[in-house]
């Protein structure tokens, strides 16, 4: 590609993601806006500049800031692992053994994406009671060790019927049994799909609300997406501000969290795996 | 893509027919079993009267608001402990977003808290279900004193002649101007008792004064409140039992009341409304500097105050002052099935009736419910605008009328419903007429389903 | 029907190992089978566990009259009563499959092709590629935010940014996100600005191909576009065949984006009123839980035969090197 080609390229990326990011700018310049600018100034810079959102936002709760984003990463975490490893297992039988069911069991698990998840608050949380697992963190993780995001499993599915099966059927040849095969063949070669699952399970769980809402029940033990709805009490107590600051805040480990990963999904399998 | 991940699953459409018969069955059975575990948890009552009052206790507590609220409330919670050693409180407070997701979701499993914060939305949706403990004979033993409340604020706490919630404090609408602006402009402030006809002339000079930067009024048609003490002005009510006290012919005129100040530009254009109406208190016109007033509740003013540099006032909703009463703030209710009944009332009794509570409460929960409190509570508050907005309903308390009952379950949903009927007409996708029919059929069936 | 994998890549680099005449023996066939239910049972435990009572419970609800916080002893059952009145007698129903139609209808193929559009442009591991990739998935972290909303709401209010940006060429704009006849349009411009997630997924598709397939194309001289839609498009098909079914599915469900824009509302007038934010207040605010179950299975049952649809045209254009049929 030529200079110029490569700058013009440069030039429309840099106008594009200008564009992209001009929501976010919006909220930076408005979470340094004093509260009583916030409401009634709708321009993207502060009349006034003031970093007590900052302050506020950090400490005005009992419990600081930073325990909500700890409580957070554990439990996003916990997620990441959790389902990378149930979700290829389960993957892994899918798209590469034959079994008796096989297209039945994929289809229930299509079909569990099928049905809004409001309908089944309700029963699962009776479900979890009877479990016993209320007032703990197994609802929120138990879940995800039993490859119940079936986003995920599809996913994987996807992406190992992608590679071609020339390496484990000689491997097969040689005698390797699945459980092998699955070790030296397919978790090599499944990073795409694995980073890719790291990802979105550490992102989505760090922005869920619902659920978190629903089984966390001290403050010390909230998580950062339910203790930034407590900025805005709207019919009383609104800390707009404070809450604009700690939602950037809150973006810099998710972000930080994609930047690392990201590298490790452009690494790639190239050179790793068909040679190797 | 899902900003949040499935919660969990369904079936498959393609195969829920053959997702074998046995674990059908198998859910039916847990079906029953968690429905059983939950009636039968919901059914254990009161103490046990041979219970050790000095044995630990400790008492679930569950409300919505902000961090200013959960400080006092932990300080008057701490109090209660610092007399009553054995009865510790486990706490739970989130913002009102999903607060009522929640509470549902704890109730429907049997797991309510002991207490629980409610408004007038919802509690006759717990109440009329049987999920709050009827507090009628803590209230006559007075082991929950109400006797120097305001008698139709209590009354505000019974449904079906059981008295479902305790009231935490007293509550009034009030119409929150923008004092700055409006003197700015050379124009007297409204004032309590003007006519609904005053203000819509009076705001059409605010906005003919301003040059059109500044609409005279906010357009309350969708707000249940205005609603309600305009009918009441008229003779009629919201609710008459479980069907609307008004007619389709009321709501129609109601709506045309405010097209006119729409047309007269005294009110601004729909959309402006519209992001007023969810009643967001940072979304106010009185504070986005859209229009010099906004109907809300009296005591937000001290909110509100925060999100503007301009002095605010407030006055009582147009016309006549008498149709307006004494409402609940909110209340505090106890579960049906809590295993500390008694406990939990003297908490209440408590935090309704105790001056020191009052003073760390200050007007957060309405202004308390009792008087003496509330008398001692006053004088002391610090903030002008909290001092401002106790004062106004302290006045209009003299000119109260009689209260009407709680409103029946449905009343949400009725008010989500005004709100689009209201809209409907504010941008013209239908006529008053036409929106008021529909809003009053499916507002009756909504209360009487 | 396009080429397939086989035509596609250059012969010289066609699978080595040729895998017709092989018959594996029926003991290995076994352990297999045995196999597939080991590593499928934590999924089956899940399944049957976790997912399935709850689901079915649902199920056994919208046969019946309950309301939530109703004494689970008053339950009653009512036939088909609930789905008789989804479809007889419910205006705001039919009202609300409208919208959620207009909005998946338009909102998944651009968020699909946004995706895409930029994973292309960002697949290479040129300098600074990593930067733009995370920079174009920012706004996807702010996943359904309260902040994400006021920020939506001022942009595109009468007085926000985007209006401002079309006064600079005279154009007077409308109060869109505030406009019952725009505020679908904005509520889908959110959905396709949070596009990280399909284009990280197409990114980790567009890595999983090997580059000896383009080199080898390029011997043969062959032409950008000739590679794209001979190597990149079969190679990302299963990919993008995950990616379409997903915000298919995501794009009927779209709720979280509905919510947090009208406030819960679904408004102004109902014009943001998703099917599953009409089910949800349903459910949650009016408390008719039993009728709310039943709108979830009619759901299901649509979306079910939809998705099933789009499975069925994968056979025409999803290429899996792994060489089974759909």
New interface residues.
Partial sequence: MSRVSAAV??LI?LAV?GV?????F??TG?SLKSPSEISNN?S?WPHEFTWSNYKEGWSSLDVVFGRFFLNSALIAGATVVANCV?CL??A?????????G?GV?FA?????????H???I???Y??FNAFGWINTPLPLV??K????EA?F???MV?????????LD??A??DGA???RI?WHVMLPLAR??L??TA??SF??T??D?LTQLIYLNDLSHYTV?VA??LF?D?SGQSS?GP??AM??LS?LP??LF??AF??M??D???TT??KG | ????APL???????DHVT?SRR??L???G??AL???A??SL?ACGDDKPSADPNAPVELSIFWWGGDARAKSTDAALALYTKAHPNVTFKKTWQAN?GY??KL?TL??GGNAPDIFQIDDGALS??AE???TLDLSAYKDSKKIDVSKFPPSLVQYGVVDGAFAGVPTGENTPGMIYDETAITALGLAVPTTGMSWEDLITWAEQVTTKSGGKLYGTMDPSADYKALWIWLRQQGKQLYDGKKLGCTADDVAKWFDLWKGARDRKAAP????I??A??G?VTKQLVVTGKAATSFLWANQVTELAKATKNKLGVVAYPGDPSAQWARAAMYLSIYKGTKHADTAADVINFLVNSPDVGKLWGTDRGLSANTDVRAAVVPGLSDANAKASSDFETQLASKFGTAPAVPP??H??VR?LL??YA??VQ?A?ATSAAAADQFVNEANA?IA? | MPPSLAEAVHPAEA???T?AP?R?PTT??R??????????S????????????????????SFTDY???????D?KFVGFANYHKMFTADPHYWHSVGVTVRYALIAVPLKLAAALGVAL?LRR?RR???T?????????????????S??????F?????FNAFLRLFGIEGK?WA???DWALATLILLAV??F???M??F???L??I???YYEAASVDGASRWRKFWHITMP?LS??L??NL???V??GF?G??GAFVLS???G????STLM??LN???A???????AY??A???V???V???L??AI?STGRFWVH?????EN
């Fill in positions: 390229r440069l990326l993601v992209v990011l001009y929501p976010l919006w909220m408005s709708l993207f149930s297992v389960a892994y039988a899918f798209a590469r053994l034959k079994f008796r096989r069991f229930i698990m299509i079909g569990t994406l099928l049905l809004p409001h309908v089944l309700i029963p699962q009776l479900l138990v879940p060790l039993l490859a119940t986003f499993v599809f996913l996807q992406f190992m019927r992608g590679i071609p099966r020339d059927e000689a097969k040849i049994s699945p459980y699955f795409p799909a980073v890719t990802i979105f992102i989505w760090w922005n609300f997406p930034l709805r805005i709207s707009v809450m604009f939602s950037l973006l998710v972000f994609f930047l990201q590298r999904l452009v790639g399998i190239n795996g068909l | 893509m899902p900003n949040t969990a699953p369904g079936g498959s459409p393609l997702a674990t059908l198998r859910g039916l847990a079906a968690l429905g059983s939950g009636v919901a977003a009522y997701d549902a109730t429907a949706e717990y279900r049987h999920q254009p729909a959309d402006i519209h992001t109406n969810a967001d379950k449905g949400v949903k989500s709100i689009t809209e409907n941008y996708k909504a389903g | 699978p080595a190992v895998r092989r594996r290995a066939r352990g297999e089978g045995l196999a597939g239910y080991v590593f499928l934590p999924w089956l435990l899940g399944f049957l566990g976790i997912t399935a009572i709850p689901m079915l419970f649902s199920l056994v609800l309301e939530l916080l109703d004494s689970w002893s339950v442009l591991d600074g590629n990593g733009f990739r995370s920079l174009f998935y920012l706004p996807s972290l702010l996943g359904g935010s309260v902040a994400l006021l920020v939506w709401l001022a942009m209010s009468r007085d926000g940014a109060p505030n406009d019952p600005w949070q990280g997630a399909p990280v997924i990114l980790a598709g890595k999983q090997p580059n000896e190679m299963p990919v065949f995950f079914v997903l915000e599915i995501h469900q709720f979280t406030g819960g509302t408004g102004p007038v109902d099917y599953t089910l949800y207040l459910g949650f605010t009016d408390f008719k839980m709310a179950s709108m979830a299975w759901f299901l049952a979306l079910g035969v998705t099933a499975f899996y090197a792994d060489g089974e």
